[in-house]
C-alpha cells in the first residue's frame, strides 16, 4: 500500500475529522442517557435506550470492508457527516410533534449505522493518506482531538442544556418531564449545524485516502476475507482467554456508565446527588473527562516504561477499584461540591490510567497475524458488546436495588475482570511498545 502525499497539512483536517467523530459518537451513546433521563424516563428505559445504540459500533468489523469498495473514503466521511448534521437537525424538529419518542429511537439507531461508517471511512483516510512517520507524528493531535469531542458534548452541551432550561427557559431543573424538549431541540440544532459545517470545511481539506491492498473487489470477495478473518482469529492460540479479557476487563464500567450520571441527578429523595445538568456537565462531562485524558497518557507512560505484561493486572485494579467512590457517595450523599468533584476525578483518572492497557494488550496479543486490523476491530467489538448488555440492564437493575446496593454490585462484579485480567496469555512479545496511548480513549 502505497500512501497517497495529502494535498493540505494534516494539521487542517486531523484534528476536526477526530473531533466530529467523537461528536457523533458521545451525542448518541452517551448524552441521549441523560436527554432521556431529563425527559421523564425512568433509569431502566433511559439506560437500556442509549445502550441500544452502541451496537452499531460493535458491529462495525462486519462491515468495515464494504465501505473501502466503493468510491474513496472521504466520499464515505462527508456522506456520513452530512446525514448526521441533518439527522440531529430532523430530531430536533421531531421533538416538537406529538409521540415523538418513536421517531427520536428509529432516527438515532438509523444514525449509529451512519456514525459507525463514519469512524471506518475517518480511521481509513487518516492510515492511507499519512505514512507511518506522520502517523506517529500526529498521533497525539489526534488523541487529543477525539478527547475533545466527549468534553464538548459529555461536558459542554449537556451544561448547555441545563442553562437553557433554567435561564432561558424558565423552568425547574429539578423537575424531570417534556419541559425539557425546548433546551434539547437547541442541544440538537446545535450539534447537527456543527456537524454540517464540519462536512463543508472537510470537503475543501481532506484528501481522499488511498484504497488498502487487500479491498475487496466484489461483495462475495468481501465476505470471503471475513469469513477468513474469522477462522484465522479462532484459530489463534489461547483465543478464548483473549476473547473473555475483552469481555470482561470492563465489566465493572459497563455497569456504571450509565448509571454514574443518572445518580448525580437524581434527588436525594431517590438516593441521588441532586445535581443540575450545569454540574453534571462540568464535573461528570468536563473535568472527569479529562482526568481520563490525563489518566491516559500517564499510563500509556507507565506501561511504556515497564511493559505490559508486567503491568497488566496494576491496570487492572487501576480501573477497578476506584469504582468505590460512587459506593462511598452513595453511601455519605455528600452536598460539598469539591467532594463530589474529587469523587468523580479520581474513578476517572485511574479508569484512564488503566484502560490504556485494554487497547494495547488487543494490538500486541489479539491483533498479530494476517489481519491485524479486523481482528483488533473484532477485540474492540467484543469490549463494545460488553457495554451494550451491561448497559441494557444496569438501570433495571439499579431500579431494583437502590443506588448503595447497586454500587456494591457493581464492586462486586469487578471480580470477573480480575480473573480474566490474570489468566490472559501472553504469547507475542512485548518488548516493542506504543509509544503513546491509544488514538481514541474509550467512553467512561
Same mark, same amino acid.
Given at each position: 500500500?502505497?500512501?497517497?502525499?495529502?494535498?493540505?497539512?494534516?494539521? @487542517?483536517?486531523?484534528? *476536526? #475529522?477526530?473531533?466530529?467523530?467523537? @461528536?457523533?459518537?458521545?451525542?448518541?451513546?452517551?448524552?441521549?442517557?441523560?436527554? /432521556?433521563?431529563?425527559?421523564?424516563?425512568?433509569?431502566?428505559?433511559?439506560?437500556?435506550?442509549?445502550?441500544?445504540?452502541?451496537?452499531?459500533?460493535?458491529? !462495525?468489523?462486519?462491515?468495515?470492508?464494504?465501505?473501502?469498495?466503493?468510491?474513496?473514503?472521504?466520499?464515505?466521511?462527508?456522506?456520513?457527516?452530512?446525514?448526521?448534521?441533518?439527522?440531529?437537525? #430532523?430530531?430536533?424538529?421531531?421533538?416538537?410533534?406529538?409521540?415523538? =419518542?418513536?421517531?427520536?429511537?428509529?432516527?438515532?439507531?438509523?444514525?449509529?449505522?451512519?456514525?459507525?461508517?463514519?469512524?471506518?471511512?475517518?480511521? #481509513?483516510?487518516?492510515?492511507?493518506?499519512?505514512?507511518?512517520?506522520?502517523?506517529? %507524528?500526529?498521533?497525539?493531535?489526534?488523541?487529543?482531538?477525539?478527547?475533545?469531542?466527549?468534553?464538548? $458534548?459529555?461536558?459542554?452541551?449537556?451544561?448547555?442544556?441545563?442553562?437553557?432550561?433554567?435561564?432561558?427557559?424558565?423552568?425547574?431543573?429539578?423537575? /424531570?418531564?417534556?419541559?425539557?424538549?425546548?433546551?434539547?431541540?437547541?442541544?440538537?440544532?446545535?450539534?447537527?449545524?456543527?456537524?454540517?459545517?464540519?462536512?463543508?470545511?472537510?470537503?475543501?481539506? =481532506?484528501?481522499?485516502?488511498?484504497?488498502?491492498?487487500?479491498?475487496?473487489?466484489? +461483495?462475495?470477495?468481501?465476505?470471503?476475507?471475513?469469513?477468513?478473518?474469522?477462522?484465522?482469529?479462532?484459530?489463534?492460540?489461547? +483465543?478464548?482467554? =483473549?476473547?473473555?479479557?475483552? /469481555?470482561?476487563?470492563?465489566?465493572?464500567?459497563? /455497569?456504571?456508565?450509565?448509571?454514574?450520571?443518572?445518580?448525580?441527578?437524581?434527588?436525594?429523595? !431517590?438516593?441521588?446527588?441532586?445535581?443540575?445538568?450545569?454540574?453534571?456537565?462540568?464535573?461528570?462531562?468536563?473535568?472527569?473527562?479529562?482526568?481520563? %485524558?490525563?489518566?491516559?497518557?500517564?499510563?500509556?507512560?507507565?506501561?511504556?516504561?515497564?511493559?505490559?505484561?508486567? *503491568?497488566?493486572?496494576?491496570?487492572?485494579?487501576?480501573?477497578?477499584?476506584?469504582?468505590? *467512590?460512587?459506593?462511598?457517595?452513595?453511601?455519605?450523599?455528600?452536598?460539598?461540591?469539591?467532594?463530589?468533584?474529587?469523587?468523580?476525578?479520581?474513578?476517572?483518572?485511574?479508569?484512564?490510567?488503566?484502560?490504556?492497557?485494554?487497547?494495547?494488550?488487543?494490538?500486541?496479543? @489479539?491483533?498479530?497475524?494476517?489481519?491485524?486490523?479486523?481482528?483488533?476491530?473484532?477485540?474492540?467489538?467484543?469490549?463494545?458488546?460488553?457495554?451494550?448488555?451491561?448497559?441494557?440492564?444496569?438501570?433495571?437493575?439499579?431500579?431494583?436495588?437502590?443506588? +448503595?446496593?447497586?454500587?456494591?454490585? +457493581?464492586?462486586?462484579?469487578?471480580?470477573?475482570?480480575?480473573?480474566?485480567?490474570?489468566?490472559?496469555?501472553?504469547?507475542?512479545?512485548? $518488548?516493542?511498545?506504543?509509544?503513546?496511548?491509544?488514538?481514541?480513549?474509550?467512553?467512561?
Amino acid at each position: 500500500m502505497h500512501a497517497a502525499k495529502p494535498a493540505v497539512s494534516p494539521l @487542517l483536517w486531523v484534528p *476536526t #475529522g477526530y473531533f466530529t467523530m467523537a @461528536l457523533g459518537y458521545v451525542m448518541l451513546t452517551s448524552v441521549t442517557a441523560i436527554m /432521556f433521563k431529563n425527559l421523564g424516563m425512568d433509569n431502566g428505559k433511559a439506560a437500556q435506550y442509549s445502550s441500544m445504540l452502541i451496537l452499531a459500533y460493535t458491529l !462495525k468489523p462486519l462491515f468495515a470492508p464494504f465501505v473501502e469498495m466503493y468510491r474513496t473514503k472521504k466520499f464515505f466521511v462527508l456522506c456520513a457527516q452530512v446525514l448526521i448534521g441533518l439527522g440531529f437537525l #430532523g430530531i430536533a424538529l421531531a421533538m416538537s410533534l406529538p409521540n415523538y =419518542m418513536a421517531f427520536l429511537m428509529v432516527a438515532f439507531f438509523a444514525l449509529s449505522f451512519v456514525g459507525a461508517t463514519q469512524d471506518i471511512a475517518s480511521d #481509513g483516510v487518516y492510515v492511507t493518506s499519512l505514512d507511518a512517520r506522520a502517523q506517529s %507524528l500526529y498521533c497525539g493531535i489526534q488523541s487529543l482531538s477525539w478527547n475533545i469531542g466527549p468534553i464538548v $458534548a459529555a461536558g459542554g452541551m449537556v451544561w448547555l442544556s441545563g442553562r437553557l432550561h433554567t435561564r432561558l427557559f424558565h423552568h425547574d431543573a429539578s423537575v /424531570f418531564g417534556p419541559e425539557w424538549i425546548d433546551a434539547w431541540r437547541v442541544i440538537f440544532f446545535l450539534v447537527g449545524a456543527l456537524t454540517l459545517l464540519m462536512a463543508a470545511w472537510h470537503a475543501r481539506v =481532506m484528501p481522499d485516502g488511498a484504497r488498502a491492498d487487500n479491498t475487496p473487489a466484489s +461483495v462475495a470477495d468481501g465476505g470471503r476475507i471475513l469469513l477468513d478473518a474469522f477462522v484465522t482469529l479462532f484459530q489463534k492460540r489461547g +483465543v478464548w482467554r =483473549m476473547i473473555a479479557f475483552a /469481555f470482561l476487563f470492563r465489566l465493572s464500567i459497563g /455497569f456504571l456508565e450509565k448509571i454514574g450520571p443518572f445518580f448525580m441527578v437524581d434527588p436525594a429523595a !431517590k438516593g441521588g446527588l441532586g445535581l443540575s445538568n450545569e454540574l453534571l456537565g462540568i464535573i461528570y462531562g468536563t473535568y472527569g473527562l479529562a482526568a481520563v %485524558l490525563l489518566g491516559s497518557l500517564l499510563g500509556g507512560l507507565y506501561v511504556a516504561r515497564r511493559g505490559l505484561k508486567a *503491568t497488566l493486572f496494576v491496570l487492572c485494579c487501576a480501573v477497578n477499584i476506584p469504582n468505590v *467512590t460512587f459506593l462511598l457517595m452513595s453511601v455519605f450523599l455528600p452536598s460539598n461540591l469539591l467532594v463530589i468533584g474529587l469523587g468523580v476525578v479520581v474513578e476517572k483518572f485511574f479508569f484512564g490510567f488503566g484502560a490504556v492497557g485494554f487497547m494495547i494488550y488487543l494490538m500486541q496479543q @489479539l491483533a498479530p497475524g494476517k489481519y491485524t486490523t479486523t481482528h483488533y476491530a473484532f477485540g474492540t467489538g467484543v469490549m463494545g458488546l460488553c457495554g451494550l448488555l451491561t448497559g441494557m440492564v444496569s438501570g433495571y437493575l439499579q431500579e431494583a436495588l437502590g443506588y +448503595v446496593s447497586y454500587f456494591v454490585f +457493581v464492586m462486586v462484579a469487578t471480580i470477573p475482570s480480575f480473573i480474566a485480567t490474570w489468566r490472559a496469555p501472553f504469547h507475542q512479545d512485548d $518488548a516493542a511498545l506504543p509509544a503513546s496511548p491509544p488514538a481514541k480513549a474509550l467512553p467512561a
